[in-house]
């Protein structure tokens, strides 16, 4: 989305999209969240719950990293784990920059890459933010900001799930554009179920959106350039 052919980052439309994407969280905390939130909230289903369980951040990051784990598997296998020597360091700064090197251009490490430091986004903003989850307005008709905190129940955001689903989901279509429809549609479905199972806002998911999708252009972009 915010790519050249070649890899480089259209700075520019990153950023008049960031703006829009702030524009549209503000529209939401002060107008719109509340009635869409209500009317979302209609929508819930059993088939939500399961993207609740088996797509939350934590399973992103250990299934990719799991993948990642097996490429490096195979490639020592192939090598006999010469990939993994540290270009004759025998240390551990050497060992790490020589591990990158040979791994930051394989699929399984760029997606990997794209939902780690999603997640760790995503966590950031949620302390930094501090906004009561919509399960306030629910039982005592309350909303608000207490910035800073670490308490899940004042993470709402941006979307943890939709961060990281995006980061990953949209790295996945770019790697395989002919999936992109596929992967495009999942991630807004699970957006939409972050609200229908009531666990935030809308805004939380139009923020987690914009972040994932533009750190898995950012992740591509830096490591694929040419």
């Not at 939902?115 to 933010?129: C, F, R």
């Not at 790295?171 to 229908?196: C, E, N, Q, Y």
Request: one cysteine or more.
């Amino acid at each position: 989305m915010f790519l050249t052919t070649d890899n480089q980052i259209k700075w520019r439309k990153m950023a008049i999209a960031g703006v829009i994407t702030l524009g549209l969280v503000f529209a939401g905390v002060f107008w719109f969240d509340k009635p869409l939130y209500i009317f979302l909230r209609g929508f819930d289903c059993g088939l939500w719950a399961w993207f609740d369980v088996f797509l939350a951040p934590k399973v992103w990051i250990i299934a990719t990293f799991i993948a990642a784990m097996v490429f490096c598997a195979k490639k020592c296998v192939k090598t006999d784990c010469s990939f993994l020597n540290p270009c004759g360091k025998g240390n551990l700064f050497g060992f790490i920059k020589n591990f990158f090197a040979k791994t930051k251009t394989n699929n399984a490490f760029l997606i990997f890459y794209s939902v780690l430091g999603a997640g760790i986004i995503a966590k950031v903003l949620k302390t930094l933010i501090g906004r009561a989850r919509p399960i306030f307005f629910e039982a005592l008709d309350m909303t608000g900001f207490f910035p800073p905190s670490f308490d899940w129940a004042f993470n709402s955001m941006p979307s943890g799930h939709t961060t990281v689903s995006f980061a990953g989901l949209v790295m996945i279509g770019m790697l395989a554009p002919r999936f992109k429809p596929l992967t495009w549609t999942l991630a807004i479905m699970i957006g939409v179920s972050r609200v229908a199972i009531g666990a935030h806002w809308p805004s939380d998911v139009i923020l987690g959106a914009f972040v994932g999708m533009a750190f898995a252009d950012i992740i591509k972009g830096k490591l694929l350039r040419k």
